[in-house]
């Protein structure tokens, strides 16, 4: 009887989205002003329709279009005054509750999507096509986790919203015989269909979250926030698909970063408040979707808005499904300054604790926890374990022990579950922020913390062409299995990060780069450490970025090409969250002396850090040059080097220094 119910009150959005909606050029003709989606002309009456879905239970929405809302400023002002005062509240899971009404093809399909000769894959489950077909449904449930679960935050229903995401519903499959690889997936992203269908999906999404917090804030007053939802993808640009062929990467992360701007440009127009990219099994994929957002907020200032981030942790060892520990996976992202980050989804609320225990102490930002509702139950009504009050028990421990400034729930959650949620933390006081001494933190599946205890960070240069003859003649010869097993060598011989370098010129170096870095991260003992991308090419260094999930250090950048070339590259190298070797060479060449030494590391040290570059993620090379040679003008190498760096760490704070200590014996 309710699926019918909600049948007939669907006929008046269906027509209208017949009339609204192109799929072929996006046309997206309601306006952003208007409260209802489905009156999209119209100044609302508060004259009752109940075959609307406007009407919340029967009840007329009595608002008119020209109501006073708060915008986006005024919403995010709120929201952080809230939650230096409490915990937030955030919705739950969109496809628990779609799981409800039982739905089929024909659902998922509407009249927009019924010809199966044009759409001949299933449909069924693309729960982010529902904002096009059955926004009913969407609705309701944005509205029930307003109302019932007291929501703040409101999550739109875009998980899968990207072409990259859509493409098993929309694309067509792989030739019989052949997979899916890059070639297949940049046919995807570059697709005219699915970008259009991926901003339909987002601006149709962020409208209706937008209408119910709208109608939840005429109701009492309060600011709600709209969320854009940003998934994981179904692919990864860390792990191959392939068993038998470890290098191998069915997508890239051009193609990644390309599939996250089209789905964030549309969010942004669509007017949510904030992004979340949440459900991060591969810190590569996550990367390539904050690389996306920098860029956009690079070039469209005016639609910077809060980036949340959220992890989840696939087994009782708190790793990702990539490999990284939580502490990894943070230093990794710190870069974009999240206004949130947390963990959500895999575990259930008691497996997950030690590990939200573990970020709340690292994160110096909001922190966020949504868990799933224990263990999958398929006797259960929800098809998890725990009920409302089990998760309400659990989350008031969380905040007892001050882990929560943001908190709602992931798969298994109803409204009812958030609404006690909310009951349990009510007037319990926020989490405070873990402040953090400013330090080189690195990591690779493994984080790296050089502190001053720690003095010297010995790195392995073994995997370098141009310091040893084997690993030249390995590459040359196309042998990286042999290759990859002089980089375990030196992770077995201590060494705590490992430089790799290809610059020979009978080498293609990106090639080389991408493929030895991707083969390297199927072995967890040698991936567990930091690399270090070392070039003299900026092609090779950013290959490097490109297939680095961890936070790296790139090796080198100079001032030799110009002050412009120097910041555009450091801020590249910044946006992949690596920290950078900057090499002591200016417009005038190499510096030699102590004087030049320290003009061009202070100049240096000025441009990166007013310009947003963390000192300490800065590394300078005064370089050794020759030492020993029996010439004059070389007597003073070795004592310019040393006193450059005195004065580097008594003048440049935080900054660390690298000698190539090698070359005192040439």
């Known amino acids: ?395 008031k421990e969380y905040a007892e022990q001050g882990l929560l400034n943001i908190v709602g729930g992931c798969c298994g959650t109803t409204p009812e579950h958030i609404g006690a949620i909310a009951a349990a933390v009510e007037g319990m006081p926020p989490r405070v922020s873990a402040p953090q001494t400013p330090a080189l933190r690195l990591s690779g599946y493994e984080a790296y913390n050089h502190t001053r205890e720690k003095n010297t960070l010995f790195v392995g240069e073994r995997c370098n062409v141009a310091g040893s003859p084997k690993f030249a003649r390995l590459i040359r010869e196309g042998n990286y299995e042999e290759a990859v097993s002089i980089a375990r060598q030196q992770v077995e011989n201590g060494a705590l990060v490992l430089d790799f370098c290809f610059d020979d010129g009978l080498i293609d170096g990106p090639q080389a780069m991408r493929h030895f870095l991707n083969l390297m991260a199927s072995e967890p003992e040698i991936a567990r450490v930091p690399v270090m991308i070392d070039s003299s090419k900026w092609e090779v260094l950013q290959a490097g970025l490109e297939v680095t999930q961890g936070k790296s250090v790139v090796n080198s950048i100079s001032l030799k090409e110009g002050e412009a070339e120097f910041l555009r590259r450091a801020a590249e190298i910044h946006r992949f969250g690596a920290s950078a070797v900057v090499m002591l060479f200016d417009e005038r060449g190499q510096a030699d002396t102590f004087e030049r030494k320290a003009e061009v590391a202070e100049r240096a040290y000025k441009l990166l850090t007013d310009n947003g570059f963390p000192p300490e993620d800065i590394i300078f090379d005064p370089n050794v040059l020759a030492v020993a040679t029996g010439i004059a003008e070389h007597d003073g190498y070795a004592k310019a080097f040393i006193d450059a760096t005195r004065w580097i760490k008594e003048h440049l704070p935080h900054a660390k220094v690298s000698g190539g200590v090698s070359n005192l014996s040439f």
């Open 1 to 395: 009887m309710e699926r019918e119910e909600n049948r007939e009150r669907s006929l008046c959005h269906r027509k209208i989205q017949n009339e609204t909606y192109d799929f072929s050029q996006a046309f997206f003709t309601f306006r952003k002003s208007s409260p209802c989606l489905f009156h999209p002309l119209e100044t609302i009456s508060p004259k009752r329709d109940d075959n609307c879905p406007c009407s919340n239970d029967g009840r007329a929405v009595d608002f008119p279009r020209h109501m006073s809302r708060a915008s986006r400023t005024e919403r995010l002002d709120y929201l952080k005054d809230q939650l230096r005062k409490r915990v937030v509240i955030l919705d739950g899971a969109m496809g628990t509750n779609i799981q409800k009404f039982r739905l089929g093809e024909e659902d998922y399909r509407g009249e927009r999507f019924a010809d199966a000769a044009r759409y001949p894959n299933d449909l069924k489950n693309n729960n982010d096509l529902l904002v096009l077909t059955r926004p009913d449904i969407i609705l309701d449930i944005h509205r029930r986790f307003l109302d019932t679960g007291r929501t703040d935050i409101l999550e739109t229903c875009t998980f899968g919203a990207t072409s990259i995401g859509q493409h098993d519903y929309f694309w067509h499959r792989p030739e019989k015989g052949s997979h899916k690889n890059q070639q297949y997936f940049q046919e995807v992203v570059d697709s005219p269909e699915l970008k259009a269908l991926v901003r339909e999906l987002n601006l149709a999404a962020a409208a209706l979250a937008r209408q119910a917090c709208d109608e939840a804030e005429a109701a009492d007053g309060k600011p709600r926030l709209v969320a854009g939802s940003i998934g994981p993808m179904p692919v990864t640009c860390s792990l191959s698909p392939d068993v038998n062929d470890p290098g191998f990467r069915a997508v890239n992360f051009r193609q990644l970063r390309q599939a996250y701007r089209d789905q964030v440009l549309a969010l942004l127009e669509g007017g949510v408040d904030m992004l979340l990219v949440e459900t991060i099994f591969d810190t590569l994929n996550a990367k390539a979707a904050l690389f996306a957002i920098e860029e956009i907020f690079e070039e469209q200032p005016e639609s910077s808005v809060p980036v949340m981030i959220s992890v989840t942790l696939t087994d009782k060892a708190g790793r990702t499904l990539s490999g990284q520990t939580i502490e990894a996976f943070w230093y990794s992202i710190r870069h974009v300054r999240p206004f949130s980050v947390g963990i959500n989804c895999a575990l259930g609320p008691d497996l997950m604790r030690p590990f939200a225990e573990e970020l709340s102490g690292l994160a110096d930002c909001h922190m966020s926890i949504y868990a799933n509702a224990g263990l999958p139950n398929p006797l259960s009504p929800t098809g998890y374990d725990l009920l409302p009050a089990d998760m309400a028990r659990f989350m």
